[in-house]
């Protein structure tokens, strides 16, 4: 689900995360917060958010560990 309309403030104040293998700034980064999965750009902090349900996060994890997403 896109949200560009979320709290933004407890949205700032929440651990987002990013991989540990991510270099420069082209990252995302995730969180965890009231039994959905939260995703935002790590250069655009104040930005939109997508949230996603563990169901839907699952799903999407799996398309980007079968390739789904490659775009070359």
């Known amino acids: 689900m896109f949200d560009t309309n979320a709290n933004r ?3 700032n104040t ?3 995360r990013k991989s540990t293998y991510s270099e420069g ?3 995302v980064e995730v969180a965890a917060a009231g039994g959905l999965v939260l995703m935002r750009d790590s250069k655009d902090p104040d930005g939109p958010v997508l949230r996603f ?3 839907e996060w699952d799903a999407f994890v799996g398309g980007v560990l079968a390739g789904e997403f490659d775009l070359g």
């Open 14 to 16: 929440l651990p987002f």
């Open 9 to 11: 403030s407890p949205r």
């Open 25 to 27: 700034g082209d990252c």
């Open 53 to 55: 349900t563990p169901r």
